[in-house]
């Protein structure tokens, strides 16, 4: 009952506050107008001056307001207006005064001489009438985040808030902080600033000093009791991450990291997209340049075979084989599931592709023999395979049967119908392979090698390294072994890992 007289309330309000408003709006307007008559009497404010004033302010408010309607100002909450608004002011200071002026040129060769407001005062008058409107409506987002942070709620969450640093005086940085001062609930309460770059230290950043390098964390999260740094860092490398963690665990305190604007949409940035580091951010290598020419060759207007479709990297090769125009997409993969999802999606972002489901085990040579003929792909992408190191060391069959027949039958079929490229999906691991996965997948390379010998079909492979966020990747065991605080598990300290991303 409570929340139904409260909701009551706050309908009665704004059934109240909006007729304020408009008030509001007609009194700045009316001000406006007359004080631009001033210049145009010489600040003599005569009877006849006042009385013309007052006959043309109808029609001046009239279309004052008109242009506020259809340039959509009223539609905007007032305790919310941004930069982005300040367009729609000035859109309608454009039209009402674009309307102004024409009246006045029409009416000019007319005995209808009252509407004919002079040239000097429209100009005038539209500055300071939609200048006060703005103005007036900024002051009311100021009033309200001021009288916000000094609230009771604010003042009982604020002593929950964690002092923090941000790394990185940035538009990402700018946007995080806006947004930690305007929310009662933000978890943050930030200190300042610091940035590599010389020229900003000194300076202010939404409300915000940046106080020093990065290099000066220490001291400062000393100052200034910090808990937490937060990376907000425009398109971070992983080198920057790297040694940021690098101080922060010296220190010790905790960091975090925000998302770039690519990874968020629209480029909004919010609290509540502040996240621990992960493995991917500290790669961050320059991404690899395709080659658009080739690949246009090699995909556009071809029937391409994917296999494994399903998968991480297969389903990412689907993805990245579309944009390329391909005649046709042949989707290979054995698990309904999988199959069904990838479909889903090809429906949806990929609604002008024609891209097939077919529900097939690699291995199943009548069932591939059947596909090849009623199809006859022109480009193969071989991305199928038993990939988990452990588990195909007591499955040994199993990753020869997948690996190596599977390959050599699939590139069999491949040659026999014509199919002009064939690319194997292989590992690193096939590198002097020490394990059965590894050797497995060595041996499906030295099988391409030899059908390359025995067909026009070119064959070729390409060795991924460890693919982060694809299934059977190391990184998701090592995740759960730190989120339980247990040791890392490595087959060896001296062992190095490479790791790469999908997009």
Not at 349 to 366: F, H, N, T, V, W
Request: glycine share 8%.
């Amino acid at each position: 009952m409570k929340a139904k007289r409260d909701k009551n309330k706050f309908e009665r309000f704004w059934q109240l506050r909006r007729p304020a408003q408009f008030l509001v709006d007609v009194t700045i307007l009316t001000g406006s107008f007359f004080v631009a008559y001033l210049p145009a009497v010489n600040i003599q404010l005569g009877d006849f001056y006042f009385n013309t004033a007052l006959g043309q302010l109808p029609l001046v408010i009239f279309v004052q307001f008109a242009s506020m309607f259809l340039s959509g100002a009223y539609s905007i909450l007032w305790r919310y207006v941004g930069i982005e608004d300040v367009w729609i002011f000035i859109r309608a200071a454009l039209i009402s005064g674009g309307i102004l002026v024409a009246f006045r040129f029409i009416l000019i060769f007319s005995d209808f001489n009252l509407w004919q407001v002079p040239v000097s005062v429209i100009l005038i008058d539209t500055v300071l009438g939609f200048g006060g409107l703005l103005g007036l409506r900024v002051l009311r987002r100021l009033l309200y985040e001021f009288t916000e942070k000094k609230s009771f709620f604010s003042t009982r969450r604020r002593a929950k808030r964690k002092p923090a640093i941000v790394a990185g005086a940035s538009r990402v940085g700018a946007a995080l902080a806006r947004e930690s001062a305007g929310r009662a609930d933000s978890a943050l309460e930030i200190r300042g600033f610091v940035d590599n770059d010389p020229k900003k230290h000194g300076a202010s950043l939404s409300g915000y000093k940046v106080l020093g390098a990065i290099s000066d964390l220490p001291r400062l999260v000393a100052e200034l009791a910090a808990e937490e740094v937060i990376i907000a860092i425009d398109q971070a490398r992983g080198r920057e991450i790297r040694t940021i963690l690098e101080i922060c665990g010296a220190i010790p305190i905790r960091a975090k990291i925000i998302p770039s604007l690519n990874e968020i949409a629209e480029g909004s940035v919010s609290v509540n997209r502040i996240r621990d580091v992960r493995i991917e951010d500290l790669l961050g290598r320059d991404p690899v340049q395709l080659d658009d020419d080739n690949l246009h060759e090699f995909l556009t207007d071809k029937c391409v075979m994917i296999t494994g479709a399903g998968g991480s990297i297969g389903s990412e090769l689907v993805r990245q084989a579309a944009r390329y125009g391909p005649s046709r997409l042949l989707l290979i993969e054995r698990s309904e599931y999988m199959l069904f999802r990838l479909g889903r999606e090809c429906e949806a972002e990929m609604a002008d592709m024609e891209c097939i489901s077919l529900l097939a085990d690699i291995g199943d040579e009548a069932r591939m023999k059947s596909i090849f003929r009623a199809y006859r792909p022109d480009v193969v992408l071989h991305a199928a395979a038993h990939k988990h190191v452990p588990l195909m060391e007591t499955n040994a069959a199993e990753a020869v049967k997948n690996n190596v027949f599977a390959t050599l039958n699939l590139g069999r079929l491949a040659g026999e119908s014509g199919v002009a490229k064939f690319v194997l999906v292989s590992t690193d691991k096939a590198v002097n392979p020490s394990s059965v996965m590894g050797a497995s997948k060595r041996a499906a390379e030295i099988v391409i090698q030899h059908l390359n010998e025995r067909f026009v079909t070119r064959f070729m492979a390409v060795r991924f390294g460890n693919v982060l966020g694809s299934a059977g990747s190391v990184v998701p065991i090592f995740n759960e072994q730190i989120k339980r605080g247990e040791a890392v598990t490595v087959t060896d300290p001296a062992m190095t890992r490479y790791f790469m991303t999908i997009p």
